[in-house]
């Protein structure tokens, strides 16, 4: 075991380049390390890098995923609008077809989410595009 809890060591984002890191407060990722990496056990593919938002956290409440709820028993303090979180990719491309997907950092978000989203779509939500 490489103590990585099955999370390949280098991962990178969707433009190509070593993945950077998404959110330390709250401390997001499936192996909440502050990154969106992922690996074997991440079945959700917690990988894109959003910004929350009071419209996208109601859409998601809607949908069933409440991101806004505390609960402390799990460590998870609840998001409100402008924390940075590690999405489910396919989450991010059903808000994104609904009209409700929040912005994204494309260099904290990890390249495996193309095999979910397309990276035009991506891009015409990123906040870091130069």
């Known amino acids: 075991m490489d103590g990585s809890g099955g999370r390949p060591q ?3 984002n969707v433009l190509g380049s070593p993945l950077e890191s998404c959110s330390h407060d709250p ?3 499936f192996f909440r390390d502050g990154c969106c990496n992922t690996g074997p056990s991440d079945m959700g593919l917690h990988t894109v890098c959003a910004i ?9 409440k809607d949908a069933g995923n409440d991101l806004s ?4 028993e799990f460590g998870f303090p609840g998001l409100k609008p402008g924390d940075q979180w590690c999405l489910c ?3 991010w491309e059903q808000a994104r077809v609904a009209g409700m997907a929040p912005k994204v950092r494309l260099a904290a978000t990890n390249q495996v989410t193309l095999a979910v989203c397309q990276l035009d779509d991506l891009k015409a939500h990123a906040i870091d595009l130069n």
Request: glycine residues 4%.
């Open 89 to 91: 990719a396919a989450r």
């Open 27 to 29: 401390v997001t990722g």
């Open 52 to 60: 929350m938002t009071e419209a996208f956290l109601t859409y998601s």
């Open 69 to 72: 709820t505390p609960h402390p």
């Open 10 to 12: 280098r991962q990178m």
